[in-house]
Structures are given as structure tokens and as C-alpha cells.
């Protein structure tokens, strides 16, 4: 093996090192912020509305494809109702 040969491997060595670092991290970064919504019991979820406060007019609520279908929140885990309540209700503005 010649010298260009060997700074070639190097190369390559340090581009499979950087993906194979660089990757998990991201993934795990994504996973982090999924996992640090709270859990439905946390923020005593309901899917019922509490009068007229209602995850449709939260402005946490991320809606699903019809106005209708669940959808999901910025700060709750899981399906969300548009028609469900929390203790983290937050009225749009
Ligand atoms: S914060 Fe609570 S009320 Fe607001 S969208 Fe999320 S689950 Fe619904």
C-alpha cells in the first residue's frame, strides 16, 4: 500500500467515523424531544371539553387531517381529540 493509498483509507476512515457519530446523534435528538412531552395523566387529560376550553382552540394543538380527526399537541404525547381538555390549556391568542 503507497502512501496516497493510505491517506485515501484515512479519509474514508474519518467520513464513516463522522456519519457513524453524527447519525445516532441526531436520532436521539429527535427522540429526546418526543420523549419530553408530558404524559396524558400528568396534565389529567380528558377527551371531553372543559365548557368551552377545548385542544381545538389551544394553541398547543397540532390539528390532524380534517377538523375532526385527532391530531396531536406540542407539549402532550399521544393522539389528541379536538374535542379533549388539560390542565395545560392555553387559549389562542
Ligand atoms: S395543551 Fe392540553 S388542551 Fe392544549 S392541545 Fe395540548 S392536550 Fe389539548
Same mark, same amino acid.
Given at each position: =500500500?503507497?502512501?496516497? !493509498?493510505?491517506? %485515501?483509507?484515512?479519509? #474514508? %476512515? *474519518? /467520513?464513516? %467515523?463522522?456519519?457513524? *457519530?453524527?447519525?445516532? %446523534?441526531m436520532t436521539g435528538a429527535i427522540n429526546k424531544a #418526543?420523549?419530553?412531552?408530558?404524559?396524558?395523566?400528568?396534565?389529567?387529560?380528558?377527551? $371531553?371539553? $372543559?365548557? $368551552?376550553? /377545548? &385542544? +381545538? $382552540?389551544? =394553541? !398547543?394543538?397540532?390539528?390532524?387531517?380534517?377538523? !375532526?380527526?385527532?391530531? #396531536? &399537541?406540542?407539549?402532550?404525547?399521544?393522539?389528541? +381529540?379536538?374535542?379533549?381538555? &388539560?390542565?395545560?390549556?392555553?387559549?389562542?391568542?
Amino acid at each position: =500500500m503507497n502512501y496516497r !493509498q493510505k491517506k %485515501l483509507t484515512r479519509r #474514508e %476512515l *474519518i /467520513k464513516f %467515523l463522522a456519519i457513524g *457519530i453524527t447519525f445516532p %446523534l441526531m436520532t436521539g435528538a429527535i427522540n429526546k424531544a #418526543e420523549a419530553a412531552k408530558a404524559p396524558k395523566t400528568v396534565v389529567k387529560y380528558q377527551d $371531553n371539553p $372543559n365548557r $368551552n376550553e /377545548k &385542544c +381545538s $382552540n389551544c =394553541m !398547543q394543538f397540532i390539528p390532524g387531517k380534517t377538523p !375532526q380527526a385527532n391530531g #396531536e &399537541c406540542k407539549i402532550v404525547e399521544g393522539r389528541i +381529540s379536538p374535542e379533549g381538555w &388539560c390542565t395545560a390549556y392555553t387559549p389562542k391568542a
